[in-house]
């Protein structure tokens, strides 16, 4: 391309390098927000990969049941009458750990490790911990001692060596056991895998979990000569497996939990591509200033020669340019946004999904490509408009404002109906019957983009009204700050729709999340009708892995028989195999109480809690519900130890626990099935001490710290007792922690929209220069420039602020009743306060006058004589 | 004998940085306007004419030397009683009207007034007036895109009027109008100027315009030198 043609048409930017620096700032946010959010799931989800496999070492299949897991006897069966000698038992558990007396982490500051139980003389060909060439590890002691060992790294963490021992506290109960030796990690790999482990004779992690000849799972690693056909090789032990037992390969755990946080990982992705969407406004807002500014030029240009697609090309080359140079500064400032974000995730994916321990966060160069292609992609998208409106220039030296105006005025309606559309497709997309979560933040983002092209219609609309108003209040000055947004709408109209998208955003997160909350707090306060829980640590830690049971029959004896102690209601929480899979079992003694604790959603609880009473039926919640197809009437196969059985689904209850739902069986059907009478938690319910119906019956705190203490003397061990209302506000922190994440990205969005706003304000101050120049060479003072600078950005705000409102309303509706419900199976209720909306147009307001403090400032020294000259 | 000036140029200089080079545009320009006169500045472009308007109506401030308008020395006043002094003494007219396009034909002519505040019924009549003198009475409520270039600078006199200033500053108000209607606007700046008592300083670089004037004044490396009638016969009829 021609040197002095690019210089001629580009040398707007190098007289306004702020408009440029603006752009790259935008798409640099833009791009960190959506390489941070990557990269710090990458990072969570690879923590686990990479502990995972840790544990699985060469292990090329999993003998797994459910939680109770695998009898004991299988593996004797396998090792000696089959004789799979490719087999190694495992017992696997989360525990806690205290920090060793020379630690520097206070004394209460528990970290929590997984224990691996291996039997040593299987072990040589699964796993390299006890490789003696890389640890130095007592293995006599580990057997005959109570023995453990852990990585190097862990043990100056606690301040342990040799020699020292551990406190580590298991199911509730402390044990002191002997550090035996330590593994070094070679890379950062094992650095990372072997962070948060514990590995310990299988008899030792068999007496810790209580699981007497029990076993977590046998691995396998089946031959080289033989794993061509892996199947012929498995089929002789899978004839052997009793019910509830199988065999599944190592990827499917880590399978499972990608697929388990897959919804909350997308929610995340759209937010952060929300955040590049208002990067990109600001962009098209940038070029579109460009190019309207540089008409003049532009035209000259096409009347000496140039063609418009070679003008075009230019505007294309800028945007690719300004998109590169985002991008470039947006990777490395995301690379240090996972840092910060990484903690907050894995917090969540802790709270909600699976135990992880984040020490090593990476993002993938495939994150930073798609992070540079994303920032480029969306530069030469946004700037396609303006590219094509330079393609149109005439060649003639320049187009008058007003006709550009106009112009654009009269293409308002087809804009309209362009955002219609737009907004009737995205609808379609979220009413049609489908379930899959892209297809839903398609329709998000179509309707959204549909009713950011409502903007300019709006704008004219609300400024109609507000155009009075503004010359009541301010005069002539009034009105003319008010119908110059109007006349400016090439360019108010992008920041405005910006500004608005950003706040939208705020406004249908805030929205969505109160609502959430609200429905939540209300379910616990439905759902926790005791007024003591007691369960154990492990119980809060893991769901999903082996859970030893608290509580036996013997300690709720205990509980019942305690002073002031009225009823005595447990639980006991297992993970059984299903007809659709790995399923949370729920099995409750309670009976009139449940009715109330868990409020159906679906079903007539006249039939359905009998059916649920017989045993023959199971309850399951919507969430499990929503994921399983299932509906009530149908049948759910559980595998017991007796067999496979069938229960007939008599109720979905409403249930906010977990994503991925639960179900609930009688506890006396249960302990008839598995044989099992442990117990995860129990729930006291305390002796009303007052008659007084009008009083209100709920214990004392005094009375509830009384026997909770009593609990605690009696059962002994480190067992966690809770009030109703601690767990309620716990229950609620965690919901509150769940939402940080979405907290900062939303802060992340308005901070690009600011960005834009601010670059958008300053383009048309720029622009009205010579119009400020003649108000101040009538007699305007700098400080009567400033307030009519000020009062054109707060109309830009209060107009933007009005927008979102409603925009952000459709938009919470379409979290809570779309994306929520097809990425959880979630129903919640609406709820909308005054607060958020009131908030939202105060951000927007002060956001845009926060924006339009520079160009006010600038414009407000600018020298008439100056503005007057023109550019 | 002459009274009082009402202009007063004292030794006025003002120049311009252009890289390394620094461009004299006033060379300590001494000049003296009466009251009530009508004075043409004539001078090439980039003579320094519209420098001169700037430092005369405290637009811009001389590098040295100053200005004093009415006994009102303007180099001595801030930026903020500048501002004051010209919202309430002086009128502008410009070359490219610079009405604000946002604005109505009567909200154009009003604004003056109304940042002098003293847009009374008395005055917005007055004002209003003003519009009917420049036979744009029927077009108040349109917006200046709808009006002809020679409408926009009548809009444009009656709004620098419309405040009632002592001083009139009009910069090449015929520089972007075709002939006849550049006369026509001439006129009406010289009729309305002197009906009015005003003074008016013009800048042009059309010799023509040269007959309305009382004194006419070329600006010659940075200084006002006065012209007489000789001058100002064009070369062809001397």
Same mark, same amino acid.
């Given at each position: 391309m021609r040197r002095l043609l690019i210089k001629a048409a580009t040398g707007h930017f190098r007289k306004h390098p702020l408009q440029a620096a603006f752009s790259v700032i935008g798409v640099a946010l833009g791009v960190a927000v959506f390489v941070g959010i990557e990269g710090a799931n990458g990072s969570a989800l690879r923590a686990f990969d990479v502990s995972t496999r840790a544990v699985t070492g060469r292990t090329t299949h999993h003998i797994v049941g459910e939680s109770? /897991?695998? =009898? /004991?006897?299988l593996y004797r069966v396998l090792r000696i009458e089959l004789g799979i000698r490719w087999s190694a038992p495992v017992v696997e558990g989360f525990v806690f750990v205290m920090p060793g007396p020379?630690?520097?982490? =206070?004394? /209460?500051a528990r970290r929590r490790f997984r224990l691996l139980g291996v039997d040593l003389f299987a072990e040589s060909s699964f796993r390299d911990q006890l490789d003696p060439r890389t640890s130095s590890i007592d293995l006599a002691g580990l057997m005959t001692r109570s023995g453990i060992s852990l990585s190097g790294p862990s043990a100056r963490e606690l301040s342990v060596e040799p020699g020292d021992f551990l406190r580590v506290v298991v199911a509730g109960h402390p044990h002191q056991l002997e550090v035996v030796g330590l593994f070094e990690p070679q890379n950062d790999f094992e650095r990372q895998a072997s962070a948060d482990l514990l590995v310990t004779d299988i008899g030792t992690a068999q007496a810790l979990f209580g699981l007497g000849a029990g076993i977590s799972r046998i691995d396998l690693v089946v031959p080289p000569d033989l794993r061509d056909e892996p199947e012929t090789a498995l089929r002789p032990i899978r004839d052997a497996l009793p019910p509830g037992v199988s065999i599944v390969r190592p990827e499917q755990r880590s399978a499972a939990a990608e697929q388990m946080t897959r919804a909350f990982r997308l929610n995340l992705r759209a937010l952060s591509l929300l955040a590049l969407l208002c990067g990109a406004f600001l962009i098209y807002n940038t070029m579109t200033f460009a190019v309207v500014q540089r008409r003049p030029t532009l035209g000259i240009l096409r009347a000496l020669g140039a063609t418009s697609r070679e003008l075009f090309a230019i505007v294309l080359v800028e945007a690719a340019i300004v998109g590169a140079l985002g991008s470039a500064l947006g990777v490395p400032i995301g690379s240090a946004l996972a840092r910060i974000l990484v903690d907050r995730v894995a917090q969540t994916v802790n709270d909600l999904y699976f135990t992880v321990t984040v020490s090593v966060v990476s993002v993938p160069l495939s994150v930073l490509a798609a992070g540079v292609i994303l920032g480029i992609g969306a530069a030469l998208v946004a700037a396609f408009g303006p590219a094509a409106e330079a393609l149109r220039t005439e060649p003639r030296s320049a187009l008058d404002r007003a006709e550009l105006e106009g112009r654009l005025h009269r293409a308002v309606p087809l804009v309209t109906a362009i955002g219609l559309a737009l907004a009737a497709a995205g609808s379609a997309c979220l009413l049609l019957p489908l379930t899959d979560l892209v297809s839903s933040f398609m329709g998000l983002f179509l309707v959204l983009l549909g009713l950011a092209c409502l903007t300019p219609a709006t704008t004219l609309l609300l400024m109609g009204v507000l155009t009075p108003v503004a010359g009541g209040l301010f005069g002539t000055l009034g009105r003319f700050s008010a119908r110059s947004v109007v006349a400016a709408l090439s360019r108010t109209g992008v920041a405005i729709a910006a500004l608005m998208m950003a706040v939208a955003v705020t406004v249908g997160v805030d929205v969505m999340i109160q609502s959430f909350r609200g429905t939540v707090d209300r379910w616990l306060s439905n759902s926790l009708p005791a007024d003591l829980y007691v369960t154990s640590p492990q119980a809060l830690v893991d769901r999903f892995s082996a859970t030893p049971a608290a509580l036996d029959d013997a300690d709720v004896a205990v509980l019942r028989g305690l002073k002031g102690v009225d009823r005595v209601t447990t639980v006991r929480s297992v993970r059984v195999n299903s007809s659709v899979g790995p399923v949370q079992l729920l099995a409750h003694d309670l009976v009139e109480i449940g009715h109330t604790a868990f409020r159906l959603k679906d079903g007539d609880p006249a039939q359905a809690w009998p059916a649920y009473e017989r045993g023959d039926s199971v309850l399951i919640s919507e969430p499990f519900a929503f994921r399983h197809r299932l509906d009530l009437g149908e049948s759910l196969s559980l595998e017991t130890p007796s067999g496979v059985r069938s229960f007939r689904v008599a109720g979905i209850f409403y249930d906010y626990?977990?994503?991925?739902g639960t179900v609930l069986l009688t506890q006396k059907m249960y302990r008839e099935l598995w044989s099992d009478r442990g117990i995860t938690a129990a729930a006291l319910y305390l002796r009303e001490t007052s008659q007084d119906i009008a009083v209100d019956s709920a214990p004392s705190d005094a009375e509830l710290e009384r026997v909770k203490s009593a609990a605690e003397a009696a059962l002994g061990g480190e067992l966690v007792i809770r009030s109703n209302g601690l767990l309620r506000e716990q229950s609620l922190r965690v919901f509150d922690r769940t939402f940080v994440v979405t907290g900062v990205l939303r802060l992340l969005a308005v901070l690009v929209a600011f960005v834009g706003v601010l670059a958008a304000l300053t383009a048309l101050q720029l622009e009205r220069g010579r119009e400020l120049g003649v108000l101040r060479a009538l007699g305007l003072t700098p400080r009567e420039v400033w307030t009519l600078v000020t009062t054109q950005t707060g109309l830009i705000g209060l107009v933007a602020g009005l927008l979102a409102i409603p925009v952000g309303l459709v938009m919470s509706a379409i979290m809570i009743h779309v994306i929520n419900r097809r990425s959880f199976g979630w129903s919640l209720e609406m709820t909308i306060s005054a607060q958020p909306l009131v908030a939202a147009l105060a951000l927007s307001i002060g956001a845009a006058l926060l924006a339009g403090l520079f160009p006010a400032y600038k414009m407000s020294r600018t020298s008439p004589a100056e503005a007057l000259r023109g550019e | 004998m002459r009274g009082d000036p009402f202009i007063e140029l004292l030794e006025l200089s003002k120049s311009y940085q252009e890289g390394d080079r620094t461009h004299v545009v006033l060379d300590r320009a001494t000049l003296a306007i009466d009251p009530g006169e009508l004075v043409v500045l004539l001078g090439r472009s980039g003579s320094g004419k519209t420098t001169l308007l700037n430092l005369v109506s405290g637009i811009d401030l001389p590098d040295e030397g100053g200005v004093v308008v009415d006994g009102v020395s303007l180099h001595e006043l801030s930026e903020r009683e500048r501002t004051l002094f010209r919202r309430h003494r002086i009128g502008f007219v410009f070359q490219f009207f610079n009405l604000l396009p946002t604005l109505t034909v009567e909200e154009n002519l009003l604004l003056p007034l109304e940042l002098s505040g003293r847009l009374g019924k008395q005055e917005r009549e007055r004002a209003l007036e003003l519009l009917d003198r420049v036979g744009l009475g029927a077009r108040?409520?349109?917006? =200046?895109?709808?009006?002809?270039g020679g409408e926009r600078q009548r809009v444009a006199i009656a709004r620098a009027l419309a405040h009632d200033p002592d001083l009139l500053l009009a910069d090449e108000p015929t520089g972007n109008l075709d002939a006849d209607t550049g006369r026509e606007v001439l006129d009406l700046i010289d009729s309305m100027t002197r009906q009015e008592g005003k003074t008016l300083v013009m800048a042009t670089h059309s010799r023509e315009v040269a007959h309305v004037a009382d004194r006419v004044f070329r600006l010659d490396h940075g200084r006002p030198v006065e012209l007489s009638d000789i001058d100002l016969v064009p070369p062809a009829r001397q």
């Open positions: 109770l /897991g695998v =009898p /004991g006897d020379r630690s520097p982490s =206070p004394a /209460g626990a977990t994503e991925e | 108040r409520a349109s917006f =200046p895109e709808r009006l002809s």
